[in-house]
């Protein structure tokens, strides 16, 4: 078997593997597929795992920012994994893995994430289940119920608003110390913004993107950082009530909607769960947020066996929202210890009880609290990739 980086000479075997994966697509979605990956092969995140000249195995790491707490750590957003059916069973997928794992490192990715189809490889190489993508059915009567307090402009967005919206993103997740979601690039806003089946609305601090579905409201984006802007873009969308029956939206866990409508007896949400990787622990810590007023000073040991430059036992330091992790010198006489997969878990606000609970988190009990309260986070995504 040979890995190599795939180029665009490439991309039809890809497309094969693909279809073989996860079933044919319409052409339309080919070009934006094309279009899309077209970046990631000059750059070195896109993957080939060869048997002589046949394409066995596939991955492509998007280049995501990140946000924990509201502050942006660098993520690769591991995607588009396949193997060819013939091969399954023989290993290959773990050894596509584990290359990633370290394309991940060399790309200058502290943490990694990825939605899985199957959970056990990703678990056995240090990836946990972590956050979900959260899509809530809303009956658009409801919506129209919710009224505006300010008279917040909005208007509408295309391909060459890609920077500003990418901007506006980013400002909000800030804003609203955001656990979890990832933000595209200009580019992949440009072409997404392109999409004629969709409809753009860009206020000042937030961002509406809906589309059609039958008789039904599809919305894959609508953030705001304040009141008066959440209101305004919930709105919009129950001034299609007429026509609309229901609103199918991505949402945050505790999206302001459920607040705004009138009625709420009980919430129809579902979920796409994600797992989570740390692949850089000393610069995963410096960069994630913290939350603000809560200490942590405690040493812990991790067990990374396929990243040896993680294991061992970590000083982890955390207060005014921001935290170290250094190499520990004097150790205490019993100190927790956490499997690669529980440290990601841990990152990502799992419960310390949980992770006792799965074996992944063994030792003293007693700072538990305080690792809880230092790493509480509920985190989600608002993109599949």
């Known amino acids: 078997m040979e890995l190599r980086d795939l180029t665009a000479d490439d991309l039809d075997a890809v497309t094969d593997n693909r279809r073989r994966a996860f079933g044919p697509v319409?052409?339309?979605?080919?070009?934006?597929?094309?279009?899309?990956?077209?970046?990631?092969?000059?750059?070195?995140?896109?993957?080939?795992?060869?048997?002589?000249?046949?394409?066995?195995?596939?991955?492509?790491?998007?280049?995501?920012t990140q946000y924990w707490h509201g502050r942006p750590i660098s993520l690769g957003g591991v995607a588009s994994v396949t193997v060819a059916p013939e091969d399954r069973g023989r290993g290959v997928g773990r050894t596509l893995m584990l290359a990633t794992l370290d394309r991940c490192a060399r790309l200058g990715h502290p943490v990694s994430a990825l939605y899985p189809a199957t959970t056990h490889i990703y678990r056995s190489l240090g990836w946990e289940h972590a956050g979900a993508m959260h899509r809530a059915v809303l009956a658009a009567e409801a919506l129209r119920t919710i009224r505006r307090t300010e008279d917040v402009q909005v208007r509408r967005v295309g391909?060459?608003?890609?920077?500003?919206?990418?901007?506006?993103?980013?400002?909000?997740?800030?804003?609203?110390?955001?656990?979890?979601?990832?933000?595209?690039?200009?580019?992949?806003?440009?072409?997404?913004?392109?999409?004629?089946d969709d409809f753009a609305y860009l206020a000042h601090d937030g961002l509406l993107v809906y589309r059609w579905q039958g008789e039904d409201l599809e919305v894959p984006v609508l953030v705001a950082a304040s009141e008066a802007t959440a209101r305004t873009l919930w709105s919009l969308l129950g001034s299609s009530a007429s026509i609309a029956r229901s609103v199918h939206a991505v949402v945050t866990p505790d999206d302001p909607v459920f607040w705004l409508v009138g009625d709420r007896s009980e919430d129809r949400v579902g979920q796409t769960r994600w797992m989570f990787r740390v692949v850089d622990l000393a610069a995963a810590i410096r960069a994630r947020g913290f939350p603000p007023g809560v200490t942590l000073d405690v040493v812990v040991q991790v067990d990374d066996p396929q990243r040896p430059g993680n294991s061992g036992p970590w000083h982890?330091?955390?207060?005014?929202?921001?935290?170290?992790?250094?190499?520990?010198?004097?150790?205490?006489?019993?100190?927790?210890?956490?499997?690669?997969?529980?440290?990601?878990?841990?990152?990502?606000?799992?419960?310390?009880?949980?992770?006792?609970?799965?074996?992944?988190?063994?030792?003293?009990?007693?700072?538990?609290?305080?690792?809880?309260?230092?790493f509480q986070a509920r985190p989600y995504m608002l993109d599949h990739f």
């Open 26 to 64: 319409s052409e339309a979605f080919q070009r934006r597929w094309v279009e899309m990956v077209t970046p990631a092969l000059d750059a070195g995140r896109y993957l080939g795992l060869f048997d002589g000249p046949r394409l066995v195995a596939t991955s492509r790491i998007n280049d995501f």
């Open 159 to 196: 391909p060459d608003d890609a920077e500003q919206v990418v901007s506006v993103l980013r400002a909000v997740h800030l804003a609203t110390r955001a656990c979890g979601p990832v933000c595209w690039d200009a580019a992949v806003w440009r072409a997404r913004l392109g999409n004629e």
């Open 316 to 374: 982890l330091s955390v207060s005014g929202g921001a935290a170290t992790a250094e190499p520990a010198g004097t150790l205490p006489p019993a100190m927790p210890v956490l499997t690669a997969g529980a440290f990601s878990a841990l990152f990502c606000g799992v419960p310390a009880t949980t992770l006792r609970r799965t074996g992944g988190l063994t030792g003293p009990e007693d700072g538990d609290a305080a690792l809880d309260a230092a």
